[in-house]
């Protein structure tokens, strides 16, 4: 639909269940039936902050999504792009560009936990809630869209700081791991004005991380 131009941003589309879903680095994306697998589109529009603060957005959209069904829930952003719940991973955003627009695609374990091996994992039925996939995307579409509008009017700095407010603190322990399996390991420090994570070593050098998977602790 991007490709051919008739996607009107605020437009989702939302599968049943899917046969070639992928993750970050093009890892492989379990999707039973019952779980959130969507998309939507966002234009790209003179004046609008970079496209890939779109992660950003999305990750506080799903983030207050999860909270209006989970809110007693333990919750946690993470850079870059990871909602946790119960220290565990429950959602996968996934960013492209295709021509003037950004598709968002996003995934919620909403019934079904997948085993995903080397990672905690869980879903808003574990956690307690009853709301389904449909229910989830009706508010998710609702909420995805006011932050829509607080990135292009109150800019990436503002999206930034709410985001780093339910993320994990400064001074935080972390390991970060490239494409390659190196890690480095350091103080969290914040992120730059662009979104990069920073990580302060342990002899005192800031280094700004702008791909890869982190763990905590």
Same mark, same amino acid.
């Given at each position: ?5 008739? =996607? =009107? ?32 589109? $966002? ?10 603060? *779109?992660?950003?957005?999305?990750? #506080? ?8 069904? *989970? ?5 946690? *952003? ?5 909602? #946790?719940?119960?220290? =565990? ?5 996934? #960013?492209?560009? !295709? ?8 995934? !919620? ?13 869980? /879903? #808003?039925?574990?956690?307690? @809630? ?7 995307? /009706? ?10 509008? !607080? +990135? ?7 999206? *930034?700081?709410? +985001? ?5 603190? !400064? ?5 970060? /791991? ?10 969290? @420090?914040?992120? /730059? $004005? ?16 702008? =791909? ?6």
């Amino acid at each position: 639909m991007a490709e051919q131009g008739s =996607a =009107a941003e605020g437009f989702w589309l939302r599968a049943e269940k899917q046969i070639g879903g992928v993750g970050r680095l093009g890892r492989k994306w379990e999707s039973p039936v019952g779980n959130l697998y969507c998309s939507t589109f $966002v234009d790209i529009r003179a004046g609008d902050p970079a496209p890939s603060s *779109l992660s950003f957005v999305a990750g #506080l959209a799903v983030y207050e999504t999860i909270r209006s069904v *989970l809110p007693g829930a333990e919750m946690m *952003l993470k850079w870059p792009n990871d909602v #946790l719940v119960s220290q =565990a991973k429950i959602c996968g955003i996934l #960013l492209e560009r !295709v021509k003037n627009q950004v598709v968002v695609g996003i995934g !919620v374990n909403v019934a079904v936990t997948p085993e995903v091996e080397g990672r905690l994992v869980t /879903s #808003l039925a574990a956690e307690g @809630a009853t709301i389904d996939a449909a229910g989830f995307l /009706s508010r998710l579409s609702d909420t995805f869209a006011s932050f829509i509008n !607080v +990135w292009r009017d109150q800019g990436f700095p503002h999206i *930034l700081a709410e +985001w780093q407010k339910l993320a994990h603190p !400064v001074g935080s322990t972390i390991t970060t /791991s490239d494409e390659h399996g190196d890690k480095t390991t350091g103080q969290f @420090a914040g992120l /730059s $004005v662009d979104g990069a994570l920073c990580l302060r070593k342990a002899d005192g050098t800031l280094i700004e991380i702008r =791909a890869g998977d982190i763990s905590i602790g």
